[in-house]
Protein backbone atom coordinates (compact mmCIF):
# COMPACT_ATOMS: atom_id res chain seq x y z
CA UNK A 1 0.00 0.00 0.00
CA UNK A 2 1.43 3.75 -0.36
CA UNK A 3 2.32 5.46 2.40
CA UNK A 4 -0.61 7.96 2.27
CA UNK A 5 -3.07 4.49 2.57
CA UNK A 6 -1.20 3.33 5.64
CA UNK A 7 -1.18 6.72 7.56
CA UNK A 8 -4.96 7.09 6.61
CA UNK A 9 -5.82 3.12 8.48
CA UNK A 10 -3.54 4.54 11.44
CA UNK A 11 -5.59 7.85 11.75
CA UNK A 12 -8.95 6.16 11.21
CA UNK A 13 -8.13 3.39 13.42
CA UNK A 14 -8.54 -0.89 12.31
CA UNK A 15 -11.74 -1.20 14.25
CA UNK A 16 -13.24 1.10 12.27
CA UNK A 17 -11.10 0.08 8.51
CA UNK A 18 -10.38 -3.64 8.72
CA UNK A 19 -6.57 -3.60 7.17
CA UNK A 20 -5.52 -7.06 5.64
CA UNK A 21 -1.75 -7.49 7.43
CA UNK A 22 -0.08 -6.20 9.86
CA UNK A 23 -0.36 -2.50 9.96
CA UNK A 24 2.73 -1.85 12.19
CA UNK A 25 4.83 -3.85 10.64
CA UNK A 26 4.06 -2.46 7.34
CA UNK A 27 4.52 0.98 8.13
CA UNK A 28 7.61 -0.04 9.31
CA UNK A 29 8.69 -1.82 6.27
CA UNK A 30 7.90 1.74 4.38
CA UNK A 31 9.65 3.44 6.38
CA UNK A 32 13.01 1.67 5.73
CA UNK A 33 11.89 1.42 2.14
CA UNK A 34 11.61 5.31 2.10
CA UNK A 35 14.50 6.18 3.66
CA UNK A 36 16.63 3.84 1.42
CA UNK A 37 15.70 5.84 -1.35
CA UNK A 38 13.78 3.14 -3.30
CA UNK A 39 10.61 4.17 -5.22
CA UNK A 40 9.01 1.07 -5.60
CA UNK A 41 9.65 -1.83 -2.69
CA UNK A 42 11.71 -4.85 -4.06
CA UNK A 43 10.90 -8.73 -2.76
CA UNK A 44 12.93 -9.38 -0.09
CA UNK A 45 12.92 -11.44 3.02
CA UNK A 46 13.33 -10.60 6.68
CA UNK A 47 15.71 -7.59 7.06
CA UNK A 48 18.99 -8.27 8.32
CA UNK A 49 20.35 -6.93 11.32
CA UNK A 50 22.38 -3.16 11.14
CA UNK A 51 25.74 -2.93 12.87
CA UNK A 52 26.13 -0.41 15.25
CA UNK A 53 27.79 2.19 12.62
CA UNK A 54 24.84 2.36 10.62
CA UNK A 55 27.54 2.63 7.76
CA UNK A 56 26.27 -0.34 5.97
CA UNK A 57 22.74 0.74 6.70
CA UNK A 58 22.19 2.49 3.34
CA UNK A 59 25.27 1.27 1.92
CA UNK A 60 23.51 -0.20 -1.14
CA UNK A 61 19.80 -0.06 -0.77
CA UNK A 62 20.09 -4.12 -1.78
CA UNK A 63 17.55 -6.41 -0.51
CA UNK A 64 18.55 -10.44 0.07
CA UNK A 65 15.66 -11.57 -2.71
CA UNK A 66 14.62 -14.81 -2.58
CA UNK A 67 15.73 -17.91 -4.94
CA UNK A 68 14.15 -17.77 -8.19
CA UNK A 69 13.44 -13.71 -7.76
CA UNK A 70 14.90 -10.92 -9.72
CA UNK A 71 18.36 -9.62 -8.86
CA UNK A 72 18.54 -6.35 -6.52
CA UNK A 73 19.43 -3.15 -7.83
CA UNK A 74 23.01 -2.45 -8.10
CA UNK A 75 24.96 -1.21 -5.26
CA UNK A 76 26.05 2.37 -5.18
CA UNK A 77 29.97 2.65 -5.95
CA UNK A 78 32.54 2.51 -3.54
CA UNK A 79 33.46 5.86 -1.83
CA UNK A 80 36.58 7.78 -2.52
CA UNK A 81 36.53 9.79 0.75
CA UNK A 82 37.25 9.13 4.02
CA UNK A 83 33.71 9.53 6.58
CA UNK A 84 34.25 12.38 9.32
CA UNK A 85 35.19 11.32 12.78
CA UNK A 86 32.57 9.66 15.16
CA UNK A 87 32.36 12.54 17.27
CA UNK A 88 31.61 14.80 14.62
CA UNK A 89 29.07 13.01 12.97
CA UNK A 90 27.57 12.58 16.38
CA UNK A 91 27.34 15.91 16.53
CA UNK A 92 25.70 16.32 13.46
CA UNK A 93 22.82 14.18 14.27
CA UNK A 94 22.15 16.34 17.42
CA UNK A 95 22.09 19.74 15.29
CA UNK A 96 19.90 17.90 13.08
CA UNK A 97 18.18 16.68 16.15
CA UNK A 98 17.22 20.47 17.50
CA UNK A 99 20.32 21.17 18.87
CA UNK A 100 21.55 24.43 17.57
CA UNK A 101 19.97 23.93 14.03
CA UNK A 102 21.38 27.38 13.26
CA UNK A 103 24.86 25.60 12.83
CA UNK A 104 24.07 23.22 10.52
CA UNK A 105 24.91 25.59 7.52
CA UNK A 106 28.63 26.09 9.57
CA UNK A 107 28.72 22.02 9.93
CA UNK A 108 28.57 21.01 6.63
CA UNK A 109 31.17 24.12 5.30
CA UNK A 110 33.70 23.16 7.80
CA UNK A 111 33.06 19.32 6.89
CA UNK A 112 33.30 20.37 2.85
CA UNK A 113 36.34 22.19 3.63
CA UNK A 114 37.72 19.33 5.33
CA UNK A 115 37.92 16.96 2.64
CA UNK A 116 35.53 14.38 4.08
CA UNK A 117 31.95 13.19 3.73
CA UNK A 118 29.14 12.51 5.62
CA UNK A 119 28.59 8.50 7.16
CA UNK A 120 25.75 6.95 5.27
CA UNK A 121 23.60 6.83 8.90
CA UNK A 122 23.42 10.33 8.76
CA UNK A 123 22.62 10.45 5.14
CA UNK A 124 18.06 10.07 5.53
CA UNK A 125 17.92 12.94 7.53
CA UNK A 126 20.42 15.22 6.09
CA UNK A 127 18.66 14.53 2.68
CA UNK A 128 15.52 15.26 3.91
CA UNK A 129 16.62 18.61 5.43
CA UNK A 130 18.11 19.48 2.22
CA UNK A 131 14.67 18.67 0.54
CA UNK A 132 12.90 21.47 3.06
CA UNK A 133 16.17 23.67 3.03
CA UNK A 134 17.60 25.06 -0.29
CA UNK A 135 19.93 26.96 2.03
CA UNK A 136 21.90 23.94 3.41
CA UNK A 137 22.20 22.44 -0.18
CA UNK A 138 25.64 23.72 -1.32
CA UNK A 139 28.03 21.78 0.06
CA UNK A 140 25.93 18.22 0.35
CA UNK A 141 27.34 16.89 -3.33
CA UNK A 142 30.40 16.85 -1.82
CA UNK A 143 29.10 15.90 1.79
CA UNK A 144 26.64 13.01 0.41
CA UNK A 145 29.22 11.00 -1.26
CA UNK A 146 28.71 8.51 -4.40
CA UNK A 147 26.24 7.16 -1.99
CA UNK A 148 24.23 9.76 -1.06
CA UNK A 149 23.79 10.60 -5.21
CA UNK A 150 23.25 6.95 -5.82
CA UNK A 151 20.11 7.58 -3.29
CA UNK A 152 19.25 10.41 -4.84
CA UNK A 153 18.98 8.98 -8.29
CA UNK A 154 16.05 6.66 -6.52
CA UNK A 155 14.45 8.81 -4.59
CA UNK A 156 12.45 11.87 -5.98
CA UNK A 157 12.43 14.19 -2.85
CA UNK A 158 16.59 14.00 -2.79
CA UNK A 159 16.54 14.27 -6.62
CA UNK A 160 17.96 18.01 -6.05
CA UNK A 161 21.18 16.40 -4.88
CA UNK A 162 22.06 15.59 -8.64
CA UNK A 163 22.64 19.25 -9.46
CA UNK A 164 25.23 19.87 -6.67
CA UNK A 165 28.52 20.85 -7.40
CA UNK A 166 30.57 17.11 -6.78
CA UNK A 167 34.26 17.95 -8.20
CA UNK A 168 33.04 17.31 -11.42
CA UNK A 169 34.63 19.17 -14.52
CA UNK A 170 32.93 21.14 -16.82
CA UNK A 171 32.35 19.07 -19.51
CA UNK A 172 31.04 16.17 -17.76
CA UNK A 173 29.58 17.79 -14.35
CA UNK A 174 26.14 18.88 -13.55
CA UNK A 175 24.76 22.67 -13.41
CA UNK A 176 26.29 22.60 -9.89
CA UNK A 177 30.24 21.20 -10.85
CA UNK A 178 29.91 23.62 -13.87
CA UNK A 179 29.17 26.33 -11.47
CA UNK A 180 32.08 25.79 -9.33
CA UNK A 181 34.14 24.80 -11.65
CA UNK A 182 34.14 28.17 -13.37
CA UNK A 183 34.43 30.10 -10.02
CA UNK A 184 37.41 28.49 -9.20
CA UNK A 185 38.89 29.10 -12.93
CA UNK A 186 37.47 32.84 -12.66
CA UNK A 187 39.31 33.16 -9.42
CA UNK A 188 42.29 32.13 -10.71
CA UNK A 189 42.13 32.99 -14.55
CA UNK A 190 39.33 35.26 -15.65
CA UNK A 191 39.99 35.30 -19.06
CA UNK A 192 40.32 31.98 -19.39
CA UNK A 193 37.14 31.31 -17.41
CA UNK A 194 35.35 34.02 -19.99
CA UNK A 195 36.27 32.06 -22.46
CA UNK A 196 35.28 29.19 -21.80
CA UNK A 197 31.53 30.44 -21.29
CA UNK A 198 31.58 32.79 -24.31
CA UNK A 199 32.29 28.95 -26.10
CA UNK A 200 29.02 27.79 -24.99
CA UNK A 201 26.89 30.34 -24.26
CA UNK A 202 24.17 29.96 -26.71
CA UNK A 203 23.33 26.88 -25.50
CA UNK A 204 23.33 27.44 -21.94
CA UNK A 205 19.86 28.17 -20.81
CA UNK A 206 18.78 31.22 -19.09
CA UNK A 207 19.64 29.88 -15.24
CA UNK A 208 22.80 29.06 -16.49
CA UNK A 209 23.88 32.08 -17.90
CA UNK A 210 22.63 34.38 -15.22
CA UNK A 211 24.44 32.30 -12.74
CA UNK A 212 27.47 32.26 -14.64
CA UNK A 213 27.31 36.18 -14.88
CA UNK A 214 27.59 36.12 -11.34
CA UNK A 215 30.85 34.89 -11.53
CA UNK A 216 32.58 37.44 -13.29
CA UNK A 217 32.50 39.39 -10.12
CA UNK A 218 35.91 37.94 -9.32
CA UNK A 219 39.00 38.92 -11.68
CA UNK A 220 36.11 41.98 -13.08
CA UNK A 221 38.14 44.23 -15.70
CA UNK A 222 37.62 46.24 -18.95
CA UNK A 223 38.39 43.31 -20.57
CA UNK A 224 35.11 41.76 -20.22
CA UNK A 225 33.55 44.64 -21.32
CA UNK A 226 32.60 43.51 -24.84
CA UNK A 227 31.36 39.77 -23.40
CA UNK A 228 28.82 41.53 -21.31
CA UNK A 229 27.87 44.56 -23.64
CA UNK A 230 26.01 41.93 -25.81
CA UNK A 231 24.57 40.27 -22.80
CA UNK A 232 22.84 43.30 -22.27
CA UNK A 233 20.47 42.09 -25.34
CA UNK A 234 19.83 39.07 -23.78
CA UNK A 235 16.53 37.15 -23.55
CA UNK A 236 16.61 36.65 -19.58
CA UNK A 237 16.21 39.50 -17.29
CA UNK A 238 18.02 38.59 -14.85
CA UNK A 239 21.04 38.06 -17.54
CA UNK A 240 20.56 41.76 -18.28
CA UNK A 241 20.54 43.11 -14.83
CA UNK A 242 23.37 41.38 -14.20
CA UNK A 243 25.75 41.99 -16.97
CA UNK A 244 24.43 46.09 -16.22
CA UNK A 245 25.59 45.19 -12.95
CA UNK A 246 28.69 44.71 -13.54
CA UNK A 247 29.54 47.00 -16.31
CA UNK A 248 28.13 49.65 -13.61
CA UNK A 249 31.51 48.68 -11.77
CA UNK A 250 33.95 49.32 -14.98
CA UNK A 251 33.95 53.70 -15.10
CA UNK A 252 35.43 53.05 -18.98
CA UNK A 253 32.68 50.78 -20.20
CA UNK A 254 30.50 52.17 -22.81
CA UNK A 255 27.60 51.38 -20.61
CA UNK A 256 29.47 54.24 -17.56
CA UNK A 257 30.03 56.32 -19.97
CA UNK A 258 26.28 56.40 -21.59
CA UNK A 259 24.77 56.53 -17.88
CA UNK A 260 27.05 59.55 -17.17
CA UNK A 261 25.80 61.33 -20.04
CA UNK A 262 22.42 60.61 -19.28
CA UNK A 263 23.22 61.99 -15.40
CA UNK A 264 24.65 65.35 -16.97
CA UNK A 265 21.30 65.96 -18.18
CA UNK A 266 19.29 65.37 -15.58
CA UNK A 267 21.38 66.68 -12.36
CA UNK A 268 23.45 69.89 -12.28
CA UNK A 269 25.79 70.44 -9.51
CA UNK A 270 26.81 73.93 -8.16
CA UNK A 271 28.95 75.57 -5.57
CA UNK A 272 25.81 75.29 -3.14
CA UNK A 273 22.90 73.69 -4.25
CA UNK A 274 22.31 70.71 -6.42
CA UNK A 275 19.56 70.95 -9.13
CA UNK A 276 17.70 67.73 -10.44
CA UNK A 277 15.71 67.12 -13.43
CA UNK A 278 14.86 63.63 -13.73
CA UNK A 279 13.78 61.69 -16.74
CA UNK A 280 10.57 61.89 -18.49
CA UNK A 281 10.45 58.06 -20.08
CA UNK A 282 12.40 55.45 -19.85
CA UNK A 283 13.03 54.76 -23.84
CA UNK A 284 14.59 50.78 -25.08
CA UNK A 285 17.93 52.43 -24.75
CA UNK A 286 17.55 53.09 -20.65
CA UNK A 287 15.52 49.88 -20.62
CA UNK A 288 19.21 48.21 -22.28
CA UNK A 289 21.14 49.30 -20.26
CA UNK A 290 19.45 48.04 -16.65
CA UNK A 291 17.00 50.80 -15.74
CA UNK A 292 13.81 48.77 -15.46
CA UNK A 293 10.92 50.70 -16.18
CA UNK A 294 7.78 49.63 -13.64
CA UNK A 295 8.52 51.32 -10.43
CA UNK A 296 7.79 49.64 -7.48
CA UNK A 297 4.29 49.94 -5.77
CA UNK A 298 4.56 53.34 -3.67
CA UNK A 299 7.35 54.65 -5.74
CA UNK A 300 7.00 57.38 -9.05
CA UNK A 301 8.00 56.39 -11.78
CA UNK A 302 10.61 59.42 -12.51
CA UNK A 303 12.03 58.82 -9.11
CA UNK A 304 12.56 55.23 -10.15
CA UNK A 305 14.45 56.29 -12.59
CA UNK A 306 16.27 58.48 -11.28
CA UNK A 307 17.59 55.81 -8.55
CA UNK A 308 18.61 53.80 -11.32
CA UNK A 309 20.72 56.64 -13.18
CA UNK A 310 22.47 57.78 -10.40
CA UNK A 311 22.96 54.27 -9.27
CA UNK A 312 24.99 52.81 -12.44
CA UNK A 313 26.40 56.06 -13.50
CA UNK A 314 30.29 56.14 -12.72
CA UNK A 315 30.64 57.61 -8.96
CA UNK A 316 33.62 59.65 -11.15
CA UNK A 317 31.28 61.80 -13.04
CA UNK A 318 30.54 63.67 -9.75
CA UNK A 319 32.62 66.46 -8.93
CA UNK A 320 34.24 66.27 -5.42
CA UNK A 321 34.20 63.77 -2.65
CA UNK A 322 31.06 62.48 -1.23
CA UNK A 323 30.67 64.45 2.07
CA UNK A 324 30.69 67.46 -0.13
CA UNK A 325 28.21 66.55 -1.85
CA UNK A 326 25.91 65.44 0.95
CA UNK A 327 26.40 69.04 2.53
CA UNK A 328 24.67 70.48 -0.45
CA UNK A 329 21.82 72.28 -0.74
CA UNK A 330 18.92 69.42 -2.92
CA UNK A 331 15.86 71.57 -3.02
CA UNK A 332 14.02 68.47 -4.86
CA UNK A 333 14.34 65.04 -5.44
CA UNK A 334 16.58 65.45 -1.99
CA UNK A 335 16.18 61.42 -1.34
CA UNK A 336 16.09 60.04 -4.77
CA UNK A 337 19.24 61.34 -5.36
CA UNK A 338 20.99 59.91 -2.14
CA UNK A 339 19.17 56.91 -2.26
CA UNK A 340 20.89 56.87 -6.36
CA UNK A 341 24.16 57.38 -4.50
CA UNK A 342 23.44 54.36 -1.90
CA UNK A 343 23.23 51.93 -4.75
CA UNK A 344 25.80 53.14 -6.71
CA UNK A 345 28.50 52.96 -3.86
CA UNK A 346 27.02 49.06 -3.48
CA UNK A 347 26.71 47.78 -6.74
CA UNK A 348 30.07 49.98 -7.37
CA UNK A 349 31.67 48.68 -4.25
CA UNK A 350 33.16 52.08 -3.90
CA UNK A 351 34.70 52.15 -0.15
CA UNK A 352 34.92 56.44 0.13
CA UNK A 353 31.37 56.48 -0.85
CA UNK A 354 29.94 53.11 1.54
CA UNK A 355 31.50 55.38 4.38
CA UNK A 356 29.96 58.68 3.47
CA UNK A 357 26.50 56.84 2.65
CA UNK A 358 26.82 54.83 6.07
CA UNK A 359 26.99 57.87 8.09
CA UNK A 360 23.71 59.16 6.23
CA UNK A 361 22.04 55.71 6.12
CA UNK A 362 23.72 52.77 7.94
CA UNK A 363 22.55 49.50 6.05
CA UNK A 364 24.16 46.71 6.02
CA UNK A 365 24.85 46.48 2.05
CA UNK A 366 27.01 49.20 2.16
CA UNK A 367 28.94 47.32 4.29
CA UNK A 368 30.02 44.70 1.63
CA UNK A 369 32.26 47.69 -0.06
CA UNK A 370 34.14 47.86 3.05
CA UNK A 371 37.49 45.61 3.95
CA UNK A 372 36.20 43.01 6.91
CA UNK A 373 38.06 45.01 9.92
CA UNK A 374 36.54 48.15 8.72
CA UNK A 375 33.36 46.56 8.75
CA UNK A 376 33.89 45.39 12.62
CA UNK A 377 34.91 49.13 13.39
CA UNK A 378 31.64 50.60 11.97
CA UNK A 379 29.13 48.15 13.21
CA UNK A 380 31.04 48.41 16.97
CA UNK A 381 30.57 52.05 16.80
CA UNK A 382 27.38 51.40 15.59
CA UNK A 383 26.26 49.33 18.35
CA UNK A 384 27.78 51.29 21.13
CA UNK A 385 25.56 54.55 20.21
CA UNK A 386 22.54 52.72 18.72
CA UNK A 387 19.28 51.50 20.40
CA UNK A 388 18.91 47.39 20.28
CA UNK A 389 16.48 47.08 17.22
CA UNK A 390 15.86 45.47 13.70
CA UNK A 391 17.92 48.32 12.39
CA UNK A 392 21.08 47.02 14.99
CA UNK A 393 20.68 43.60 13.91
CA UNK A 394 20.47 43.83 10.05
CA UNK A 395 23.92 46.12 10.33
CA UNK A 396 25.69 43.37 12.48
CA UNK A 397 24.34 40.55 10.10
CA UNK A 398 26.22 42.43 7.38
CA UNK A 399 29.45 41.75 9.07
CA UNK A 400 32.33 38.98 7.53
CA UNK A 401 32.77 37.10 9.99
CA UNK A 402 34.10 35.71 12.19
CA UNK A 403 34.21 38.76 14.44
CA UNK A 404 36.97 39.76 16.50
CA UNK A 405 37.63 40.74 19.58
CA UNK A 406 36.66 44.35 18.80
CA UNK A 407 33.28 43.89 18.00
CA UNK A 408 32.92 41.05 19.99
CA UNK A 409 33.64 43.57 23.29
CA UNK A 410 31.08 45.69 21.89
CA UNK A 411 28.34 43.17 21.42
CA UNK A 412 28.37 41.25 24.76
CA UNK A 413 28.74 44.96 26.45
CA UNK A 414 25.56 45.84 25.02
CA UNK A 415 23.91 42.26 25.70
CA UNK A 416 25.03 42.88 29.17
CA UNK A 417 23.55 46.65 29.40
CA UNK A 418 20.50 45.54 27.48
CA UNK A 419 20.00 42.52 29.99
CA UNK A 420 18.74 45.11 32.63
CA UNK A 421 16.45 46.85 31.01
CA UNK A 422 15.10 44.61 28.10
CA UNK A 423 15.73 40.96 28.86
CA UNK A 424 13.10 39.84 26.57
CA UNK A 425 14.00 41.51 23.55
CA UNK A 426 17.74 39.75 23.40
CA UNK A 427 17.19 37.00 21.87
CA UNK A 428 18.16 37.13 18.18
CA UNK A 429 21.22 39.42 19.37
CA UNK A 430 22.62 36.69 21.48
CA UNK A 431 21.81 33.86 18.82
CA UNK A 432 24.14 36.12 15.95
CA UNK A 433 26.45 37.11 18.52
CA UNK A 434 27.07 33.52 19.75
CA UNK A 435 26.94 32.39 15.81
CA UNK A 436 29.63 35.10 14.39
CA UNK A 437 32.39 35.93 16.98
CA UNK A 438 34.92 33.98 16.20
CA UNK A 439 34.80 30.53 18.66
CA UNK A 440 38.27 30.89 20.19
CA UNK A 441 36.55 33.89 21.73
CA UNK A 442 34.88 32.00 23.57
CA UNK A 443 36.61 32.68 27.01
CA UNK A 444 35.88 36.62 25.96
CA UNK A 445 32.43 35.78 26.67
CA UNK A 446 32.26 33.61 30.12
CA UNK A 447 34.31 36.26 31.56
CA UNK A 448 32.05 39.14 30.57
CA UNK A 449 29.26 38.55 32.57
CA UNK A 450 27.10 36.06 35.07
CA UNK A 451 24.20 37.60 32.77
CA UNK A 452 22.20 34.46 31.90
CA UNK A 453 22.12 35.77 28.06
CA UNK A 454 26.09 36.03 27.70
CA UNK A 455 26.56 32.31 29.25
CA UNK A 456 24.00 31.62 26.46
CA UNK A 457 26.51 32.98 23.99
CA UNK A 458 29.31 31.53 25.52
CA UNK A 459 27.81 28.05 25.68
CA UNK A 460 27.00 28.44 21.68
CA UNK A 461 31.15 29.66 21.13
CA UNK A 462 32.32 26.49 22.73
CA UNK A 463 29.98 24.55 20.93
CA UNK A 464 31.02 25.77 17.87
CA UNK A 465 34.86 25.63 19.57
CA UNK A 466 34.36 21.86 20.14
CA UNK A 467 32.64 21.53 16.85
CA UNK A 468 35.49 22.82 14.78
CA UNK A 469 38.06 20.97 16.80
CA UNK A 470 36.16 17.88 15.47
CA UNK A 471 36.43 18.54 11.85
CA UNK A 472 40.00 19.92 11.60
Known amino acids: MKWEDLVSAALVGTDRRAYPGDLLGDAALEVIRRRAGHPTPAPATAPSAVPGSGEEAVSSGEAHAPEGAAPPEGTAPP ?14 RRVLGGEQPRLLAEWLRLAAESGRRVPAHVLPDLLDRGDRDRSIREHLGLLAGHRGRWLAARNPAWAYLLDEPTGETWELGSSGDRRAYLKHLRESDPEAARTLVEATWTQETPDDRAAFLELFESGLSIADEPFLEQALDDRRREVRQQAAN ?8 RLARRMAARIEQAVRVGKHEITVTPPTECDRA ?19 WLQQLVARAPLSVWPGPPAELLAKRIPDWDTELRLGWVRAAIVQRDPEWARA ?11 VALPPWEQQRLAAEFAERHELDNQLIMVLGGVEP ?3 AGLAAAVLNKI ?8 WNLGELSRIAGERIDPALHHLAERA ?13 RFRAEMREELS
Do not use: Y
Open 286 to 304: MERDGIRAKAPAGTGARAW
Open 402 to 404: PWG
Open 246 to 253: LLSRLPES
Open 449 to 461: SAEQAVQEVAALL
Open 416 to 423: VKMAAVQP
Open 357 to 367: MFEWDPIADLL
Open 79 to 92: EEREAVPRKAADRL
